[in-house]
């Protein structure tokens, strides 16, 4: 799946390269459009009482990018056991050159912040995750 953020001018430093903090951001806004892509937005998961929060992020960065510039950032399942699900980033300027690549991890639980067993309490969720990963 693939999201498109362009550089906004209040992202960049006084060197004129995006911020690092920044591309923490772009994989939350190409996670929320990864499930949206699936067909499980957040406000679908939210309304089943499911909270995801991220557990883990390491991010890569290799080259800068600047104001304007066209960040292609594809999101896939890294790895998802019914508990943690482990998703990849990798971040490309219009040159197809990778710029950053990272991983989230992220569980599910219910809105009183207990684990939810996907498998058994929301099938298609699970499974529809489970597709992804082969």
């Not at 309304?47 to 990018?65: F, H, K, M, N």
């Not at 067993?117 to 597709?131: G, I, T």
Request: charged share 25%.
């Amino acid at each position: 799946m693939k999201y498109i953020h362009t550089v906004q001018y209040y992202e960049t430093d006084k060197m004129g390269i995006t911020h690092h903090s920044n591309y923490i951001r772009w994989m939350e806004e190409a996670r929320v459009d990864f499930l949206n892509q699936i067909g499980w937005p957040f406000d679908k998961l939210e309304a089943l009482g499911i909270v995801s929060p991220v557990l883990t992020v390491t991010c890569d960065y290799r080259l800068p990018t600047q104001f304007a510039e066209k960040i292609s950032i594809s999101v896939k399942v890294k790895e998802f056991k019914g508990v943690k699900l482990f998703l990849s980033y990798e971040m490309t300027n219009a040159d197809g050159k990778v710029v950053c690549t990272g991983i989230t991890s992220h569980a599910f639980l219910n809105e009183q912040g207990r684990p939810i067993r996907l498998k058994q309490e929301f099938p298609d969720f699970y499974q529809c995750l489970m597709d992804l990963c082969k």
